[in-house]
């Protein structure tokens, strides 16, 4: 249809023509005028006449992408943490300081606005957050790329810090509304439960099922300085109108509006645990209802301009985040063979063209495994399609010539199907069977992959495992998160590092340069005060701002060892106490992180630290040369404050567990020296900065593993270790809960006398002394200033921007599109 009589202005970025955009909004988006709006009001329309600007972008491109039959990717993902999307939308477009012009003629201060826009939380951490960084990225590349995934109403609970214990309260992020999304009604498609399969004229039908609509919601990805945009199509749950109409005779009025509700639990919340694999049915419902909508949705669009399904496997390319969107891969065979009646085989041949897959996780509580039982009652097609899958696949394997692969116990180690027990199907299996790609976030990651979980994979297909390391966004975790930094790398080489991250290597040229490092001190203390002027608003405490800003800001696990990090504050406590007049380099110890609301051992471990910050911080013996502080809510908005103001980087978790880690490249590029294992990306940022500029210390993974294996002993380290005898038992003791003195046993008992599954105390003594080592460094001023330099030079092969191009080339085998501008 040709809109004869549409016309649009085309919108200029002025500071006058912004100015009007956002009155105008104001007054006909919004429905206030200047006298009755709020702050929240004006952030709406302000957001509203960013998003005008964007909507060009967005129909250029995507009539592009059309218009050259791009191959798209489509990047399915349970979670994706997008946090604040406004100075994101303002940075891409470049009218930043426009807008705060247009918003100071109308009295109105868009710094205060900005804080007033609530995080887009929907995942947990950095699984979720590596696939925000990755929408930007394939964005700002012109890589045609959708993300797709559930529009929780909920998204990761806001923590709040009560008596020292971490308290929940549910995110509706939803409350005001949220100017940046276009729901799309029109978009629906049904998503079957339950019922039961039969066999009619040679196919499938699944019958006698509960539905559920999915509801499409698009949100623009805009590409930095780039016309190229993508979308980030979002599933939500609509109850369907026949099933409610059929109930909806007299005396059943309230049965059918709760039936409403019930199937429309189905995205009303974020399951706020990445820790362990716990089987809830409605988390297997998620995941099979936006697989399932989104497999609908892109074989309509497919269908739309091909008539046959020739070219799928050249068009498509499905990736698929962890293993959470696996059924995607039962729910495309079944779409393919049974409603669009393709032979089984053909179907086949292009999942293995189409799939992709990222492993995020070595630890084997996190590996998601599904019961057979559920799956037979909830998706009684889909488990028949994967049981058909794994009778083909353990056929093929045993009839391979090569040695060892054909025996018994091989063949049930490799089965889809765990036999052992309560029969479940290992989803990780599924995805690596049907993949052509399988990959690791980080070299060792990935090599730990193919040596120890997925072995026996490696061996019967080595050609389809790689690894492609991790990568954050410059835009958000430099550009947006440190001003006083990235105005100082722009003065020195320029803007392109916003593009092109390698070019941050030209900071080395001013590497000495004294009036450089100077500059690059201020800025960094520019963002400590930012961050204290906050912390002292909370604590009314005081930071010295010359302290060494230490940081561990991530997920509260065992696994990362914020018990290690806790320990070395005890010990620094007691030494200081022992011996206040030697000459301590003052620090500030800043914790943050949220524990699962159900992970005992991490709540308690938040309790703990907040407990020692209570001692610590009120001990007038100790002063300035010790304080500790837990931030509450860590989410990203709380990241973009607390990471630029990091001098040092803790990525201490026993090596062999952390799979890559993405703090660790924000914390480096913002000019943190990195206190770390040789566990995940910290071997490559190690690399990438050079030995002298990175502190390393404990156990290696092989090491880690020897030890286990020849039996590690905790309880004799810690009767050796005096230093460390001391911290334990003020912990069992209750030095730190004189009220409550029993309240940290289990902690103690777990390093002690429970094996100390993650090796806390064998790697105490080498990261007690890396850190007088850290100590001794941050002294000498000059050289300290000139390995953060270093960092910030090294970073360039952790952008997003690196990892998408590798992704686009290597695993997807799409280009970017051409938008003419
Ligand atoms: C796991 C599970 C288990 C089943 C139930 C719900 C749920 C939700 C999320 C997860 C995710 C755990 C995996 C994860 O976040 N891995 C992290 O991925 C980062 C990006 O690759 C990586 O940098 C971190 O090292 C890794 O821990």
């Known amino acids: 249809m040709t809109a004869v009589g549409l016309e649009f202005d085309q919108l200029k970025s002025s500071a006058d023509a912004l100015r009007r955009s956002v009155s105008n909004r104001l007054m006909y988006g919004v429905g206030k005028d200047a006298v009755t709006a709020r702050p929240q009001d004006w952030l709406h329309a302000a957001a509203l006449a960013v998003r005008d600007r964007l909507v060009e972008r967005w129909m250029v491109t995507t009539r592009r992408q059309y218009d050259q039959d791009a191959k798209r990717v489509y990047y399915l993902s349970m979670e994706f943490l997008i946090g604040r999307t406004f100075s994101n939308a303002l940075l891409a477009l470049g009218i930043h300081d426009a807008m705060k012009e247009a918003l100071a003629s109308l009295g109105v201060d868009m710094d205060a606005l900005i804080d007033l826009e609530p995080d887009a939380a929907l995942g947990n951490g950095g699984l979720g957050r590596l696939a925000a960084c990755f929408l930007d990225s394939m964005a700002t590349l012109g890589i045609p790329g959708f993300g797709y995934g559930i529009r929780y109403d909920y998204g990761m609970f806001r923590q709040q810090i009560v008596n020292g214990e971490q308290v929940e309260e549910p995110d509706y992020w939803l409350r005001s509304g949220n100017p940046w999304e276009f729901p799309r009604p029109e978009v629906q498609y049904p998503v079957h439960f339950g019922g039961r399969t039969v066999q009619r004229n040679g196919t499938v039908e699944w019958i ?59 995205s009303r919340l974020l399951y706020p645990d990445d820790s362990t694999m716990a089987g809830r049915e409605l988390r297997l419902r998620q995941e099979y209802f936006f697989v399932s909508a989104t ?8 269908l739309r301009t091909h008539s046959t399904f020739g070219r799928f496997s050249d068009k ?111 989803m990780a299996y599924l995805a690596i069977v049907a993949s052509h790609t399988v990959n690791g976030v980080s070299k060792l990651h990935s090599q730990l992959m193919t040596r120890h979980i997925f072995a026996d994979f490696a061996r019967l297909f080595p050609e389809r495992f790689t690894n492609v390391t991790n990568g954050i966004t410059p835009r958000r975790w430099l550009a947006q998160a440190s001003p006083p930094l990235a105005r100082l790398v722009d003065e020195t080489i320029g803007t392109q590092w916003r593009k092109d991250l390698f070019e941050l290597g030209a ?55 914020q018990l290690l990090n806790v320990l070395h504050v005890i010990t620094r406590y007691n030494r200081i106490v022992q011996a206040p007049e030697r000459d301590w380099v003052p620090r500030v110890v800043l914790f943050a992180g949220k524990a699962a609301s159900a992970y005992r051992m991490a709540k308690t471990i ?75 990306a910290n071997i490559e940022i190690g690399e990438a900065v050079g030995a002298d500029n990175i502190f390393i210390f404990g156990n290696t993974a092989d090491q880690v593993d020897a030890l286990r294996g020849a039996g590690y002993r905790p309880r004799q380290i810690y009767e050796e270790n005096a230093g460390l005898r001391m911290a334990l ?14 309240r940290y046993q289990e902690i103690f008992h777990t390093l002690v006398d429970w094996g100390d599954h993650y090796m806390v105390l064998a790697d105490y003594a080498a990261f007690v002394q890396a ?27 952790f952008s997003s921007d690196r990892a998408i191009a590798e992704y686009a080339r290597e695993i997807w085998h799409t280009k970017p599109v051409d938008t003419g501008r």
């Open 208 to 266: 006698e099922t509960h539905t559920v609509n999915a509801m499409a919601y698009d949100t623009i990805i805009p590409g930095y300085a780039t016309s190229a945009t993508n979308t980030l199509r979002l599933w939500s749950a609509r109850a369907c109108e026949e099933l409610d109409l059929s109930a909806f005779n007299q005396g059943d009025y309230q049965r059918a509006v709760e039936a409403r509700n019930l199937s429309e639990n189905v």
């Open 295 to 302: 497999m609908q949705d892109l074989i309509r669009r497919y």
């Open 316 to 426: 498509v390319a499905v990736h698929l985040n962890d293993t959470h969107p696996v059924l995607a891969i039962p729910e495309l065979i079944r779409l393919l063979v049974d409603v669009h009646h393709m032979p089984w085989d053909e179907a086949m041949g292009h999942i293995k063209r189409v799939f992709s897959y990222t492993n995020h996780t070595l630890m084997p509580e996190a590996l998601e495994t599904w019961d057979v039982e559920l799956l037979s009652r909830l998706l009684p097609r889909h488990l028949e399609i994967i049981f058909d899958i794994n009778a083909a696949f353990l056929r093929e394997a045993s009839e391979s010539k090569e040695k060892g692969v054909h025996d018994l116990d091989f063949i049930r180690r490799i089965s889809l199907v765990d036999e052992y027990g309560q029969r479940r199907v290992r």
């Open 507 to 561: 900071l080395r040229k001013v590497a000495g340069d004294a009036a450089f490092e100077e500059a690059f001190r201020a800025a960094k203390r520019e963002n400590k005060v930012r961050l204290i002027q906050r912390m002292t608003a909370r604590t009314g405490l005081a930071f010295n701002p010359d302290a060494l800003f230490d940081m561990q800001v991530k997920r509260m696990h065992e696994y990362k060892r």
């Open 606 to 680: 938040i309790r703990l630290i907040n407990d020692v910050a209570e001692k610590v911080n009120h001990d007038p013996v100790v002063g300035d040369r010790l304080k500790v502080v837990f931030v509450p809510n860590y989410g990203v908005s709380v990241a973009e404050v607390v990471i630029p103001a990091a001098d040092l980087s803790e990525q201490i978790s026993t090596a062999g567990t952390e799979a890559s880690g993405t703090g660790n490249m924000k914390l480096a590029l913002n000019g943190a020296l990195t206190m770390g294992t040789l566990d995940g």
């Open 729 to 742: 038992d003020q912990i069992r003791r209750g030095f730190f809960a004189p009220d409550d003195p029993a």
């Open 771 to 797: 850190q007088e080592a850290a100590d001794r460094r941050f002294v000498d001023v000059r050289s300290w200033t000139a390995s953060a330099i270093e960092n910030v030079a090294g970073m360039g092969m």
